[in-house]
């Protein structure tokens, strides 16, 4: 997700030329001629960078300490983040870098939701202020560190001149500045005017990681577990506000249909229902609570004009990606190479390996649906929300509202999951909540509510996906050649980039891979057919279906070749030069133990991705009626710097057990273009009782920390089907692993 993201200020800026020279030519003033570039298309006027157009409009002046850090009379410290929190505990984890290098008393500092500006909270692998891509930690490491030790610098400079003592004297622990030689000491509040008077030094001496006292210690434990366990914590659900309206849309059953024609006359006489209206997405009912308005819309008659709806069902697509992959396809669909070497027509000796994959389309499933608060009144617009993307979600109201996207107002909210839902080009849902605000008017605050069935029929998924892999194998064993066909819809295209040469969204996970670097001769090459469902990024994005068929194809190629999956890993790992597969294999082994517990059979699978390696064993028997049962998993994971062991943990076992429903029941199915999951009744997801007990072991490293929020979630499902395997079961050529009865 995060490379895709981060071009999105260049690629915008390419039309800015035509659309300005239209503005001038029609003689509109300089404002609407800003308004009009960016809303047209993102774009920016010469001499400004799009951090500055994102930012125009926004009174945000950050104080003395910067705009990560707010220092209060009484000492007490407050990170600002840049990132949303919506259950991953990235708070916990920025808040500690500051607190670590600032040497901030860390039971006194809290954490505050940043507000949406471009220019001082820029996600830095993206160029847009965004949470994604397991990025939050990663992007801020750097910055945060010279952020606290910039604000630390500036108190021992404030205490050296108060009390004419070197600062070289002059210590700092637990928020209170200490001169052990003239025995003097002062708190942070204490000093606060005379520090706030200080210049920030440019390049702040930074802490050797080997003196670290808070980082990597058991303390690093969340921030929002008390407010959110007393219900003081705000989501969207939470925002009441005086003359509040509540919204729902009817939306076409079948993705691209649009509204012919409808009748809201029994609509209106549902107590409560205020307005019914036509927006660009369906029938806007709007209500004095949710469930008049609910009401209102069932209520609601409408026509839908499905020309161009998609009426496939996903039966019929999956056959027909078969065949483009058996090279039978459409002629308009062509392949695009993301790894070849070597001469495959010369590797012709050798055992041949052939199988083919299949993936479902999945829902993302977060636990909090979609929902937000706008206030527009006339070209002026206020949200409250979980904003996954605010510059994204201000530019499209920008362009619905007709302003600069720095005035757009986002005030982020705590939400309730997202897995990448949340975070798509288009805003749909926030662009939904605007239009029906600008339709209300007045500043009257309007929420949208999506319900379950919403959300999961007129969302966004993970593509579905086919796999055709041939290859042939040298005399011991190992690969000597490898065909490699994916074939998936693009999540990039039409995106505000365009299509990029390769969708690496596709392929992230197959490209790159050590088994692929250990393979002499390789071909592999993607295919991306059109198709009218509305797909995006899913907790770890291309590594959802690669990592299942790179790490289960490895062990039936053990299998036919009569060796120990685990050793033939570790040959491909060191042809590879892999040695952060080889660490997290051998981590993870190692804390298994020799054997699984009675009647268990292991399963591994090892698997990098958004800069991290993990490793699992699976410990897997088969349950009532048939099902596979997972009772432990062992995790090995080289993630750099652990910040939050704890949060670490956490955030491997709730990847693991996402990845696992997804493995064994996930699937979307489309009939005639419908969507037939509504809920979790008939989408089913793991329950309590079928978690498994996650252990996790964190590989000692001094780089820079990579991602944890997704590089857990690949890895499972190939380790239970490896298990699976294990047991002298066939293997798995397609998910769900539970098929629906």
Request: charged fraction near 20%; hydrophobic fraction near 40%; include cysteine.
């Amino acid at each position: 997700m995060t490379r895709h993201i981060r071009n999105l200020a260049a690629s915008a800026a390419q039309a800015v030329g035509a659309t300005v020279d239209r503005a001038v030519k029609a003689g509109t003033t300089r404002r609407e001629m800003l308004v009009t570039s960016v809303a047209a298309s993102g774009a920016l006027l010469v001499g400004c960078s799009m951090e500055d157009v994102m930012s125009a409009g926004s009174p945000i002046k950050p104080g003395a300490f910067g705009p990560f850090i707010k220092i209060n009379p009484d000492g007490a410290v407050t990170v600002i983040s840049k990132h949303i929190e919506f259950g991953q505990g990235n708070h916990a984890g920025l808040a500690a870098i500051v607190a670590e290098e600032l040497d901030a008393d860390w039971a006194r500092v809290s954490v505050e939701q940043a507000p949406a500006n471009a220019k001082l909270y820029a996600n830095l692998g993206m160029g847009v202020q965004g949470t994604g891509g397991s990025t939050a930690i990663a992007n801020s490491w750097d910055q945060l560190r010279k952020a606290g030790a910039g604000a630390r610098a500036m108190f021992v400079q404030a205490a050296a001149n108060k009390w004419q003592v070197g600062a070289g004297g002059i210590t700092v622990k637990d928020g209170l500045v200490s001169h052990a030689a003239s025995g003097r000491s002062a708190g942070f509040g204490e000093l606060l005017a005379d520090a706030a008077k200080v210049t920030p030094p440019e390049a702040p001496k930074l802490k050797d990681p080997k003196d670290f006292t808070l980082i990597g210690t058991p303390r690093v434990r969340r921030k929002d577990s008390v407010v959110k366990s007393n219900g003081t914590a705000r989501f969207t659900q939470d925002v009441q506000e005086d003359g509040l309206l509540v919204a729902m849309v009817a939306h076409a059953p079948r993705f691209g249909g649009k509204v012919k024609s409808f009748d809201d006359a029994a609509a209106r006489k549902i107590p409560g229902v205020v307005n019914v209206f036509k927006i660009p997405t369906g029938v806007a009912v709007v209500a004095t609570s949710t469930w008049a308005a609910r009401q209102g819309r069932e209520a609601l008659t409408v026509e839908w004009n499905e020309d161009k709806a998609e009426k496939r069902g996903s039966d019929v697509m999956l056959a027909e990606y078969k065949a483009i992959a058996g090279g039978k396809g459409p002629e308009d669909v062509k392949w695009t190479p993301f790894e070849t070497r070597g001469d495959m027509a010369s590797v012709t000796d050798g055992a041949l390996f052939e199988a083919t994959y299949d993936f479902p389309y999945l829902a993302h499933a977060a636990m909090e649906p979609m929902n937000c608060v706008a206030r527009v009144n006339g070209n002026n617009a206020r949200l409250s929300f979980g904003s996954q993307i605010p510059t994204v979600d201000q530019l499209n109201t920008a362009k619905i509202v007709g302003n600069l996207p720095g005035a757009v107002q986002i005030e982020t909210l705590f939400a309730g999951g997202s897995f990448g839902r949340r975070a798509n080009f288009q805003s749909d849902y926030v662009a939904e909540c605007v239009h029906i605000a600008k339709k209300v008017g007045k500043g009257t605050p309007v929420k949208l509510v999506w319900t379950r069935e919403d959300d999961m029929r007129a969302g966004l998924f993970r593509p579905m996906v086919h796999h055709d892999v041939k290859i042939r194998l040298d005399k011991d064993g190992y690969p000597a050649s490898w065909r490699h066909r994916i074939v998936t819809q693009s999540i990039m295209k039409g995106s505000p980039m365009g299509t990029p040469k390769l969708d690496e969204t596709a392929v992230e996970g197959a490209l790159g891979s050590p088994y692929l670097k250990a393979t002499p001769a390789v071909d592999g090459q993607v295919a991306l057919p059109d198709a009218g469902v509305p797909v995006l990024w899913w907790r770890s994005v291309g590594a959802t279906h690669t990592a299942f068929v790179m790490e289960h194809t490895i062990d039936q190629l053990a299998l036919k070749a009569g060796k120990d999956p685990v050793e033939y890993r570790r040959a491909l790992y060191r042809k590879a030069d892999a040695k952060r597969h080889l660490a997290v294999l051998d981590l993870a082994l190692e804390k298994a133990g020799p054997k699984p517990a009675e009647g268990y059979t292991r399963g591994v699978a090892v698997h990098e991705s958004f800069g991290s390696v993990v490793a699992e064993i699976a410990e897997v028997k088969i349950g009532p009626g048939g099902e596979p049962r997972v009772g432990r998993v062992v995790t090995a994971v080289d993630c750099g710097i652990a910040i939050s062991p704890d949060q670490i943990a956490a955030q491997m076992e709730g990847g693991v057990c996402y990845g696992l429903s997804a493995a064994l029941y996930g699937q979307i199915t489309l009939k005639d273009g419908a969507v037939q999951e509504g809920n979790f009744d008939t989408y089913r997801v793991l329950r309590n009782n079928e978690a498994p007990t996650v252990e996790t072991w964190i590989l000692p490293s001094n780089n820079a920390p990579s991602g944890v929020g997704e590089p857990g979630t690949p890895v499972i499902a190939p380790a239970v089907a490896n298990a699976l395997l294990a047991m002298g079961r066939p293997a798995t050529n397609s998910l769900p692993m539970v098929k629906p009865a």
